[in-house]
C-alpha cells in the first residue's frame, strides 16, 4: 500500500477535546477513512497548531482527498513517500 504525507493548515489552530471527546473524534475519522481503504498512521502538529503534516497508507490520493471531505479536513498538499530508516541501513559493500 503508498505511503502519503497530507498537510494540512487551521488558520484558527488545529484543536482536538481532550478526553473521551477526543477518543470519540479519532475514532470518528478512522471509521470513514477504513470505508474508503484509507489507514491514518499517525500526525505531527506543529509548534503554532496551525499546520499538520499526517502520515497515511492509501490506495491512491483520490481516496485520501474523498476521506478528508468526508471528515470536514482541509487538504493542502498529498505527497506519495517511501520510508528511509537509518537504523536498518546497512551500505553495500565497497570493492
Known sequence: MPRYIVERSFPEGFELPYGQAGVDVCRGV??????????????????????????????????????????????DRITRVTVLDPYFYTPSETK
Open 30 to 75: 478512522v471509521g470513514v477513512n477504513e470505508d474508503l481503504g484509507v489507514t491514518w498512521v499517525h500526525s505531527y502538529v506543529r509548534d503554532d497548531r496551525r499546520t499538520t503534516f499526517c502520515v497515511y497508507d492509501a490506495p491512491n490520493p483520490e481516496s485520501i482527498r474523498r476521506a478528508a471531505e468526508r471528515n470536514g479536513l482541509p487538504v
